[in-house]
């Protein structure tokens, strides 16, 4: 969905510009929830025990990630094998060999210290981690319009200084990570095999249409139309 560079000032123009934003508000709502935001937290890089360099190394790859049913069926599309795992059990998990694999942004994978039992780690940039700051509906409706739209400015506003921050905490703790394993290898997926698991990717839209209920279809349609949106209007090719 995602370029793979900027992704902060596409989420800023977005929550600026976009019809996004308002859809997913009138869906939290409907869960008495208000989203103020939208934010980039990183990308997910996959740490495993062998070296993942195309879509074929990936194929039959015992991988846990967060319990999402796109997630699920997302890496599924990639050819791995998606195996549920409570968040605690996966250090375990990966020292004992039940999975070969985990999905986590580089600070989560530095504090819970999954380094100490994987080899490599790969970037896709097929799935940024996205951080939506989120209000009870009640308390904000409640609120002056004016602390409101403050409210909304600030987490806003906040899109790329947030986006910079934690584009330095992960490469420090990158750093942190290579500083106590030597031999671990980080590395990104080339542009030829990043598009090919982007058209994997693709497979997975008729999917979240299907399950994603009333307005699925309004709301992907938005965030597919608001990020090309913004590429033009940032110049991103």
Do not use: H
Not at 19 to 25: A, C, Q, V, Y
Not at 106 to 115: P, R
Not at 217 to 229: P, R
Request: glycine residues 6%; proline residues 6%; positive net charge.
């Amino acid at each position: 969905l995602f370029p793979p560079e900027r992704v902060p000032e596409i989420l800023d123009w977005m929550a600026r510009n976009g019809k996004f934003l308002p859809l997913l508000e009138q869906a939290f709502r409907e869960r008495g929830l208000v989203p103020l935001s939208i934010m980039f937290e990183g990308w997910q890089w996959i740490s495993s025990n062998k070296e993942i360099k195309s879509p074929g190394d990936i194929k039959g790859v015992k991988l846990r990630l967060m319990s999402s049913k796109m997630l699920v069926e997302n890496y599924k599309a990639f050819g791995a094998s998606p195996t549920p795992m409570t968040y605690g059990e996966v250090y375990s998990g990966l020292q004992m060999g039940l999975i070969d694999a985990q999905v986590n942004p580089l600070f989560a994978a530095y504090s819970m210290k999954f380094y100490e039992v994987q080899d490599y780690f790969v970037l896709l940039k097929s799935e940024p981690f996205i951080g939506i700051p989120t209000v009870n509906q009640q308390f904000f409706d409640r609120l002056p319009k004016n602390v409101q739209e403050e409210m909304r400015r600030f987490w806003i506003d906040a899109i790329i200084p947030a986006g910079r921050w934690i584009d330095e905490r992960n490469a420090a703790d990158m750093k942190k990570m290579k500083a106590a394993k030597p031999s671990l290898k980080f590395r990104v997926i080339d542009n030829k095999n990043m598009k090919k698991f982007t058209l994997q990717a693709k497979t997975v839209y008729p999917l979240y249409r299907e399950i994603g209920g009333d307005g699925a279809n309004e709301i992907l349609d938005a965030l597919l139309s608001d990020i090309e949106k913004a590429k033009k209007a940032l110049g991103i090719n």
